[in-house]
């Protein structure tokens, strides 16, 4: 059984057909501008008709669609916003619905953060307690507990990103808040402090740096760890996971925070929620692909989060 997957970015769009495997049939890639909703969708959709057409399936076939989202959105048709792709509170099915030929097409729709954890455990076996964390531009994160995705009251549960972890220094965060983890961890943040110390432009040099020694460069890391070690020992102490899987373009260097990530969590979380192995995602480099196809693909222990 094939399901069709859109991953939407803020600045480019994948899609591609999926089996319950997770195995990935003519990925096809897109930039689109996100100003005009009704054109991106359209354009997307588009893509996945290109992916159908490459792969010989037709695409009047298809009876399921997992669409992830860069916001969060309310486990059901709506976009709460997004400030990667500039957009505020909006239906999505109005605008998805009318593009395919089957107008009762199961489609569904997940923040791309909740979406990835959603992924990691249907085709990488995560287990039914754990943490997804993104470290990439910005900080993401999702809790699984008990197999069940947590949405929370205001479907913001998971949000590690804007948990406080720098009371002296504070740095202001994207959300208006100050000392967020985003604001000290994210490769937004190691490449403002690179800067500043003369270890590279951005993130990507200054993991350069590290690894060929610059011991400058290696305490930014190592302090960037020390961060999220923190805020995962608090969301620890929380939900109890038996792990956490770290995706996101900064966790290629994932081997450059382990250290300040142990060290930090190892020190403040209570020894009871201590067991938590710290891994990078298996997903590779089509998490949220997959998170998209995963919602179409729910195990059951997570039937609550589909949208019937
Ligand atoms: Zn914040």
Redesign the pocket.
Known sequence: MLAGAIDCGGTKVLAALVDEKGTIYAPCCASLPTGDKSRYFADSVALLRESCRTHGFPFESLSRVGVSIPGMTDGADRVLGSPSAGWGEFSVFPLLRPLFPDSEIDIRLENDVNACALAERRFADAGDDFIWLTVSTGIGGAVVSGGRLLRGATSCAGEI??VKVEFDVPAL???G?KG?L??HASGTAIGRESRMAGTGEDAAACATEALSGNAAARRIWHRAGMYIGRALAAVSCAVNPSAVYVGGGVARSLSLLLPGIREAFSQEVLPQCSAVEILPSRLGYNASLLGAAALCFPMPEVGENRID
Request: charged share 10%.
């Open positions: 990103g804007h965060c994207g959300c808040g967020c985003e604001a």
